[in-house]
């Protein structure tokens, strides 16, 4: 089994989340023995730092272009002309996050 300094284990930590594989194949692919791996994700997991209170993260690779489906719940539009749009179709708002973008919009 090899070996990882902190950063090392932080990089495969970031791997890991993002390959959507379980802890036990991701640690077999790395040759990391799982009880190290577990151990380290768990200790990354309770020293990183939360998100600020009220901001959600929204994965914006799982809309399609042109694909807006169901109501119009809020359009904020920038300054600069950019425009983000939020549809009622968008599966991973949660409900009382939209009531409040309802409740902006009325």
């Not at 990183?48 to 914006?60: E, K, L, Q, Y």
């Amino acid at each position: 089994m090899k070996r990882y300094n902190h950063d090392q284990m932080i990089q495969l930590y970031e791997q890991w989340k993002a390959s959507g594989t379980s802890k036990m194949a991701f640690a077999r692919s790395q040759q990391i023995a799982l009880s190290t791996f577990y151990y380290r994700a768990n200790k990354i997991e309770r020293t990183a730092v939360p998100s600020p209170a009220g901001f959600h993260r929204i994965d914006t690779e799982a809309l399609h272009a042109g694909a807006h489906q169901g109501e119009l719940m809020a359009a904020i539009e920038y300054p600069s002309g950019m425009r983000l749009e939020l549809y009622s179709s968008f599966q991973q708002v949660s409900p009382s996050y939209t009531q409040l973008l309802k409740s902006l919009t009325s």
